[in-house]
């Protein structure tokens, strides 16, 4: 179906529609509360959701690179909403090497639809140059939907007075300001060493160890070490590798009194239930690339599934997607580095070698090292985020698959973020693919980087 961008009005509504693969989303604000915040943050969740859509559809995009993009994503999102260097709200200064040198001080009313124009051209310019990998059908609706946006704001401010949106800097500076802001983070972006990483996923120039305990190639496929080099990756907190501090691999043994082969024994027998739960829990969790927008992509449509229920602000709102989107970016840095650092086995490679031969697992065993676990890591920096912004004493409903006919992408509903991360975590424990042991320790490392970005940086108040 072909995609379709525009904002329509229809009777005492403003609407913004976003059609695509043959699913069609509506916001609608009523004329009396129209407001330009407001409508900031719907665009803001319309490119966050694209940012959804190309990972599932650019090649490449594996959880490291796609957890890398919504880092630089909500940063230009975040500083697209600051046009003053005089109140210290940027993060420039706070994020490792980040220095901003763009401003657009004449900028005061918040009552305009200029920063409408701003954050649609920042985020399409943004979205542009980290998935120019992705398919010319799905350039092609990017730009339609950039046109249609930018085109229907400046009609409501030059045709549209009931509205109260005016534009208060011509047109060509907002653009010439968002394409500088862009700019300015595509080239702190550049140097993270990380720019073209989806185009080589697996390098050949990584030769990984060999040992007793050592990760092995593994099916499907037996490719090589995905990423081994990520953890060499500039962080955005020099420091926030302290966070980790403690996370070491536990003793190896192929003793069958061992905690390791109890582990192992505990996954296989898993395998074996016949209890569906198990199955629908480790595929609705797996986010491969391809299939879902990766672990990085599910937390963010949970996050924004909190946003439209909490009615957050667009403040507060950027702000939490900054934390979240930094914290898992560095949450991936880390558990990569210390994936190679220890260089551990996988409990299919250990079950075939010591229990059964002919063990198979529910879900693919991913081309890395099996210690820590990246899914843990991830959802352990989300919760952390996730309790910060909202607490943890409510009830959530994630639908983040709920359109998925291959998987049952039934809603799933936890008592607080806590129960959600664990069972983020323990799928891949039923999938098959990590030991229990690791998945604990992951889980608590990564909560304990979430809250060390939290602790870092500082929001003007």
Same mark, same amino acid.
């Given at each position: 179906?072909?995609?379709?961008?525009?904002?329509?009005?229809?009777?005492?509504?403003?609407?913004?529609?976003?059609?695509?693969?043959?699913?069609?989303?509506?916001?609608?604000?009523?004329?009396?509360?129209?407001?330009?915040?407001?409508?900031?943050?719907?665009?803001?969740?319309?490119?966050?959701?694209?940012?959804?859509?190309?990972?599932?559809?650019?090649?490449?995009?594996?959880?490291?690179?796609?957890?890398?993009?919504?880092?630089?994503?909500?940063?230009?999102?975040?500083?697209?909403?600051?046009?003053?260097?005089?109140?210290?709200?940027?993060?420039?200064?706070?994020?490792?090497?980040?220095?901003?040198?763009?401003?657009?001080?004449?900028?005061?009313?918040?009552?305009?639809?200029?920063?409408?124009?701003?954050?649609?051209?920042?985020?399409?310019?943004?979205?542009?140059?980290?998935?120019?990998?992705?398919?010319?059908?799905?350039?092609?609706?990017?730009?339609?939907?950039?046109?249609?946006?930018?085109?229907?704001?400046?009609?409501?401010?030059?045709?549209?007075?009931?509205?109260?949106?005016?534009?208060?800097?011509?047109?060509?500076?907002?653009?010439?300001?968002?394409?500088?802001?862009?700019?300015?983070?595509?080239?702190?972006?550049?140097? $993270?060493?990380?720019?073209?990483?989806?185009?080589?996923?697996?390098?050949?120039?990584? $030769?990984?160890?060999?040992?007793?305990?050592?990760?092995?190639?593994?099916?499907?496929?037996?490719?090589?070490?995905?990423?081994?080099?990520?953890?060499?990756?500039?962080?955005?907190?020099?420091?926030?590798?302290?966070?980790?501090?403690?996370?070491?691999?536990?003793?190896?043994?192929?003793?069958?009194?061992?905690?390791?082969?109890?582990?192992?024994?505990?996954?296989?027998?898993?395998?074996?239930?016949?209890?569906?739960?198990?199955?629908?829990?480790?595929?609705?969790?797996?986010?491969?690339?391809?299939?879902?927008?990766?672990?990085?992509?599910?937390?963010?449509?949970?996050?924004?599934?909190?946003?439209?229920?909490?009615?957050?602000?667009?403040?507060?709102?950027?702000?939490?997607?900054?934390?979240?989107?930094?914290?898992?970016?560095?949450?991936?840095?880390?558990?990569?580095?210390?994936?190679?650092?220890?260089?551990?086995?996988?409990?299919?490679?250990?079950?075939?070698?010591?229990?059964?031969?002919?063990?198979?697992?529910?879900?693919?065993?991913?081309?890395?090292?099996?210690?820590?676990?990246?899914?843990?890591?991830?959802?352990?920096?989300?919760?952390?985020?996730?309790?910060?912004?909202?607490?943890?004493?409510?009830?959530?409903?994630?639908?983040?698959?709920?359109?998925?006919?291959?998987?049952?992408?039934?809603?799933?509903?936890?008592?607080?973020?806590?129960?959600?991360?664990?069972?983020?975590?323990?799928?891949?424990?039923?999938?098959?693919?990590?030991?229990?042991?690791?998945?604990?320790?992951?889980?608590?490392?990564?909560?304990?980087?979430?809250?060390?970005?939290?602790?870092?940086?500082?929001?003007?108040?």
């Amino acid at each position: 179906m072909k995609s379709f961008f525009s904002l329509i009005f229809v009777f005492n509504f403003f609407f913004i529609v976003f059609s695509q693969s043959n699913k069609t989303e509506v916001f609608a604000i009523r004329e009396s509360g129209l407001d330009a915040d407001s409508l900031a943050l719907n665009i803001h969740h319309l490119w966050l959701k694209q940012a959804g859509n190309l990972t599932k559809n650019t090649v490449g995009f594996t959880a490291p690179v796609s957890a890398r993009a919504y880092a630089y994503i909500t940063l230009a999102m975040f500083e697209s909403n600051v046009f003053d260097d005089s109140k210290n709200e940027s993060l420039s200064n706070q994020l490792n090497a980040f220095k901003r040198t763009i401003w657009l001080n004449p900028l005061k009313s918040s009552q305009s639809i200029d920063k409408v124009i701003i954050a649609n051209r920042t985020l399409y310019k943004m979205i542009s140059y980290l998935y120019r990998a992705m398919p010319s059908s799905n350039q092609l609706e990017i730009e339609s939907m950039y046109d249609s946006i930018n085109n229907e704001c400046i009609s409501i401010a030059n045709y549209q007075s009931s509205y109260n949106l005016p534009m208060i800097l011509p047109i060509d500076k907002l653009l010439s300001f968002s394409d500088h802001l862009a700019d300015e983070i595509i080239a702190y972006s550049k140097l $993270d060493g990380a720019d073209t990483s989806f185009r080589n996923n697996y390098p050949v120039s990584f $030769d990984p160890p060999k040992c007793i305990e050592c990760w092995t190639k593994t099916t499907p496929g037996y490719l090589r070490s995905l990423l081994p080099y990520w953890g060499m990756n500039r962080q955005f907190l020099k420091n926030s590798h302290l966070s980790s501090d403690g996370c070491e691999l536990f003793e190896f043994s192929s003793d069958s009194t061992s905690n390791l082969y109890k582990d192992a024994l505990g996954v296989y027998e898993n395998s074996k239930s016949s209890d569906k739960s198990f199955e629908i829990i480790a595929e609705y969790w797996d986010d491969s690339p391809g299939y879902s927008g990766t672990p990085a992509g599910h937390f963010f449509s949970i996050a924004i599934q909190l946003v439209n229920n909490h009615d957050l602000k667009l403040k507060d709102a950027l702000e939490f997607y900054l934390l979240l989107g930094i914290s898992m970016n560095e949450a991936n840095i880390i558990c990569w580095r210390l994936k190679y650092k220890y260089n551990f086995i996988r409990p299919i490679s250990y079950i075939h070698r010591y229990i059964d031969p002919y063990f198979n697992t529910r879900i693919n065993t991913p081309p890395f090292p099996e210690f820590p676990s990246g899914h843990s890591y991830q959802a352990g920096s989300a919760v952390a985020v996730f309790k910060y912004v909202f607490g943890d004493d409510l009830d959530i409903i994630d639908d983040t698959h709920s359109s998925r006919s291959d998987i049952d992408g039934e809603s799933r509903k936890f008592e607080g973020f806590d129960e959600m991360g664990e069972e983020a975590s323990i799928s891949r424990y039923y999938g098959g693919i990590h030991f229990k042991k690791t998945l604990d320790l992951s889980l608590f490392y990564g909560k304990e980087m979430g809250k060390y970005v939290i602790n870092q940086l500082k929001f003007e108040k």
